[in-house]
């Protein structure tokens, strides 16, 4: 797969996003960005408590932002996660159960790093193969 320029739009916005992190404790920033159909962007950053079980990963609340806007499943196109660490870094396993819930095995996800500069592209059904989803409860 080959980045295009609306990933590239997403990784800025996850980029600028980022700046507003609440890490004190890991000082870890994280920065989402979605794509939602239609091309609106809704991002998204980690956000720790001291009681550090509570803290909420980027895409999260990228995602849970996005669905305070309307988003439906089904309906985001691509996700951009944006880190500054020693290599790129994929969304964790939590969040990629709670992104497909609204994405599709085809969704684009991008990771960059601030670091190296370095960009991957992947997808979320790759993240998450034999994912549980909506479609597998009983009717
Ligand atoms: N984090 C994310 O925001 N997204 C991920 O995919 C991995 C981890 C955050 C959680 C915590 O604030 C910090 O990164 C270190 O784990």
Redesign the pocket.
């Known amino acids: 797969m080959k980045l295009t320029p609306r990933d590239r739009k997403l990784v800025v916005a996850a980029t600028r996003a980022r700046k507003h992190c609440y890490?004190p404790y890991?000082r870890?920033g994280?920065g989402a960005a979605l794509e939602l159909e239609g091309g609106t962007i809704v991002t998204g950053v980690?956000v720790?408590n001291c009681s550090y079980g509570l803290?909420v990963?980027?895409?999260r609340n990228a995602l849970t932002t996005a669905v305070g806007k309307g988003l439906l499943p089904g309906k985001f196109t691509a996700l951009a996660?944006v880190t500054e660490a020693d290599a790129v870094?994929?969304?964790?396993g939590a969040?990629r159960q709670v992104l497909a819930e609204f994405g599709a095995p085809d969704t684009r996800v991008v990771m960059h790093n601030l670091k190296s500069g370095e960009t991957q592209l992947t997808t979320l059904g790759a993240l998450l193969p034999h994912s549980f989803t909506p479609l597998s409860l009983p009717r």
């Open positions: 890490a890991s870890f994280v980690n720790e803290t990963c980027a895409e996660v870094v994929s969304p964790c969040c």
